[in-house]
């Protein structure tokens, strides 16, 4: 009956074709898809598995249970079972040994690859992810942590961490370390807690980022997981006391006086020289005005969020006369920070160590010696004087080397500047160091390969388009190829390697960008911005650049623009809340009164 019916269709065939039903010559061919299609030959090859039928392969698990499959099914589905019947002793067996696996597990997955679907529950998970990794089933491994991901919580972070490290989970990893460092203080409350390794312990201690209100909280958890086995772990207490950083706990004497009080500590010489370090630095800021951090330990942590934000300066007609703020660009926050009472619109901005914040010169229009900082780490920052530059200067480009402030040309009040000077953080005080070729003013400064570049400006009677740059371990400075524009009143920014040239002025306000690499040695052109921009202020955050505020034929601009170099794009986003100049902006570490 099957071969007539056979014969019958090919005689039909064979008719049609040489009689066609359709003589248009319009007729297209056409492509037809059934999505069903696939579905249905898996679910018919799930029956017959069910059934035994057309199976060529059983295995069998260590408690005697037997799954049955369609080689060429499996083999499709898993690299595993690809290498076992391609190249392994099985490939010619209709029935394996498979120890590694339950056979609960084995069954789950062997459901999976002719359904494409499976059900994670708590008393399987642990199980079928590292069977999934046996069989290279990607999906299954990778659905099996997200559902871990989402059963995180305080009591179990530390054993599903472990988990992932063992199974080589690496999003579920870094999923259980960032839940750590963010709910630290509830984590220091478990028992799994008090059962990690010294190893783990560092690890979690050391971490920049931990999401606490003080320092004396790391230092407590290590105590109470000291004394949970007090014979055993003692002896690594030094090692842990090297990531808990005593010096910042300068504004609280009382916490210090109990911790250098602490038996285990006083008992122990390497845990004493921590100790001696703390009061060294306290004793060293009341002192000096600021001290920068030698040591991690002198650092404070960053709590949680962005480890960087920007802190910008906006001009006021009120006290105090330069108010800044908080802002940070991933949540769009921003919040008041410490004002300063005098107008710094020509003055240059510089940050050491992304903590302590300089304001240098440009006070009220007028060439000023002054200078003005702000520790951000403080627990009550203010700005408060620092030693006086040797020259007045407005109008300038500040740039920073290592842990050097450079003030660079400028204006008197008078005339254009081509001096330089540069702060001496050892002693804290000012010494003049090469002068430039050219006076300038209303000029930009970037740093790039430990050379300050000294871009554009005015010389009191015309707009620069020459560029050089200053060699600290010569002191000496070189020219550069020139820009292709004239620009007085750049913004400059280095990202990435390359020097940004940002806006400006020379007849007619700039919003083109240009960009110079040394290797390269010339200045070519990117996107223009939206606005036109004289004096903006320019930070870097995030492999982006943001271009702040300036002015604008007369007129104040309150914008911000956001370049991408991946896209070669600008952004523009309104950020003051009432019409107000931004004229500078600086990325600093987080600081403690400015928090998600």
């Known amino acids: 009956m099957l071969v007539k019916e056979m014969d019958a269709l090919q005689t039909s065939s064979c008719e049609n074709y040489i009689k066609p039903v359709l003589k248009s010559n319009e007729s297209a061919p056409t492509h037809f898809r059934n999505n069903f299609h696939s579905v249905r030959i898996l679910e018919d090859l799930q029956s017959l598995r069910k059934n035994e039928v057309f199976c060529d392969i059983r295995f069998e698990t260590d408690d005697g249970t037997l799954v049955f499959g369609h080689k060429n099914v499996l083999i499709a589905a898993s690299p595993y079972f690809r290498a076992m019947f391609d190249h392994f002793?099985?490939?010619?067996?209709?029935?394996?040994?498979?120890?590694?696996?339950?056979?609960?597990?084995?069954?789950?997955?062997?459901?999976?690859?002719?359904?494409?679907?499976?059900?994670?529950?708590?008393?399987?998970?642990?199980?079928?992810?590292?069977?999934?990794?046996?069989?290279?089933?990607?999906?299954?491994?990778?659905?099996?942590?997200?559902?871990?991901?989402?059963?995180?919580?305080?009591?179990?972070?530390?054993g599903i961490k472990a988990f992932a490290d063992l199974h080589n989970c690496t999003d579920l990893l870094s999923s259980c370390e960032a839940f750590i460092k963010k709910q630290f203080l509830e984590v220091v409350k478990t028992d799994e807690f008090l059962s990690l390794s010294s190893e783990d312990m560092v690890k979690i201690i050391s971490c920049n980022d931990l999401a606490i209100p003080y320092e004396e909280k790391v230092f407590e958890s290590v105590m109470k997981w000291v004394r949970h086995d007090l014979n055993l772990r003692k002896d690594v207490l030094p090692e842990l006391m090297e990531h808990v950083r005593l010096p910042t706990l300068a504004s609280k004497p009382d916490i210090l006086f109990n911790i250098v009080n602490e038996p285990l500590l006083k008992n122990n010489p390497k845990c004493n020289e921590y100790i001696i370090e703390a009061y060294n630095f306290n004793l060293q800021k009341s002192f000096q005005l600021f001290t920068i951090p030698q040591t991690i330990r002198c650092k404070p942590r960053q709590f949680g969020g962005s480890q960087k934000v920007i802190l910008m300066f906006n001009e006021s007609d009120t006290s105090p006369k330069c108010y800044t703020e908080w802002y940070d660009p991933a949540t769009k926050l921003r919040e008041n920070a410490p004002g300063i009472n005098e107008c710094r619109d020509t003055a240059g901005f510089g940050v050491i160590s992304d903590q302590f914040v300089f304001a240098v010169g440009g006070v009220n229009e007028k060439s000023s010696k002054s200078v003005s900082m702000?520790?951000?780490?403080?627990?009550?920052?203010?700005?408060?004087?620092?030693?006086?530059?040797?020259?007045?200067?407005?109008?300038?480009?500040?740039?920073?080397?290592?842990?050097?402030?450079?003030?660079?040309?400028?204006?008197?009040?008078?005339?254009?500047?081509?001096?330089?000077?540069?702060?001496?953080?050892?002693?804290?005080?000012?010494?003049?160091?090469?002068?430039m070729s050219t006076n300038r003013r209303d000029l930009g400064v970037g740093v790039l390969n430990n050379r300050l570049y000294a871009v554009g400006g005015s010389n009191g009677k015309i707009c620069l388009k020459s560029v050089e740059y200053y060699d600290p371990t010569l002191d000496t400075w070189n020219p550069v190829a020139e820009m292709s524009e004239y620009r007085q009143g750049v913004g400059v920014g280095v990202l990435d390697g390359i020097i940004y040239a940002i806006g400006g002025y020379n007849r007619v306000y700039h919003k083109s960008v240009e960009v110079y690499k040394p290797s390269d040695g010339v200045w070519s052109s990117v996107a223009d911005m939206e606005i036109c921009r004289f004096h903006p202020g320019v930070a870097v955050l995030d492999g982006l650049l943001y271009v702040f505020g300036g002015e604008k034929e007369s007129s104040i601009v309150d914008t911000v623009e956001i370049y991408n170099p991946n896209t070669n794009t600008w952004t523009l986003e309104r950020l003051s809340r009432n019409k107000v100049q931004i004229y500078g902006g600086v990325v600093i570490d987080r600081p403690l009164h400015f928090m998600n």
């Open 374 to 435: 702000l520790d951000v780490s403080s627990q009550s920052p203010s700005w408060v004087p620092m030693a006086d530059m040797l020259v007045s200067r407005n109008r300038l480009g500040v740039g920073i080397l290592g842990d050097s402030i450079y003030a660079v040309a400028g204006s008197d009040g008078n005339s254009a500047l081509n001096s330089v000077e540069v702060f001496d953080v050892s002693y804290q005080k000012w010494r003049m160091v090469a002068s």
């Open 89 to 158: 002793d099985e490939s010619n067996k209709d029935l394996v040994n498979i120890r590694e696996l339950d056979s609960l597990v084995l069954q789950i997955l062997v459901d999976y690859i002719y359904t494409g679907e499976f059900i994670a529950t708590k008393e399987n998970v642990q199980i079928l992810l590292p069977a999934a990794n046996i069989l290279q089933l990607d999906f299954v491994s990778a659905a099996c942590a997200e559902f871990l991901e989402k059963q995180l919580d305080a009591s179990n972070c530390l």
